[in-house]
């Protein structure tokens, strides 16, 4: 399974990418949205973890580049105070996220939850 993580703190991209690699996904790490939309636009991803809060090109217009290109499931990432964060992408259909800080634990949990529900729609 194929994971584009978008996060712009190296250490916690490192950290989530190891967690994810441990638990037997393919991941690559953009560190900003253009690098992100470039990813995107080259590859498909089974899931695509995104932080919202993002450098460059924001998390919300490159979910919109995401959409284009078909239903790949989000995960969204942002701060216990980020509750409009959380509420904006309700608002455009995210398929879930995540409070921060959290534990790799948590993580491929919520990446192994969002990919069985995936392949459930595709049937």
């Known amino acids: 399974m194929r ?9 916690e991209a490192q ?16 560190a900003n949205g ?7 636009e080259s590859t498909e991803y089974d899931l695509v973890i995104l932080d919202v809060m993002l450098p460059g090109l924001n998390a919300w217009k490159l979910q919109q580049a995401i959409r284009q290109k078909g239903a790949t499931p989000l995960l969204f990432l942002t701060t216990p105070g ?9 608002e455009l259909h995210e398929d879930d ?3 921060k ?13 969002l990919l069985r529900r995936d392949r459930s729609r595709q049937l």
């Open 97 to 99: 996220y995540l409070l």
């Open 15 to 30: 950290r989530m990418a190891q967690g994810l690699n441990e638990a037997g996904y393919s991941v690559e790490v953009a």
């Open 3 to 11: 994971v584009l993580l978008v996060e712009h703190e190296s250490e």
């Open 101 to 113: 800080p959290f534990e790799s634990k948590a993580l491929v949990a919520r990446v192994k939850k």
């Open 82 to 90: 980020g509750i409009e964060d959380r509420l904006r992408g309700l």
């Open 34 to 40: 253009m690098a992100a939309q470039r990813f995107v």
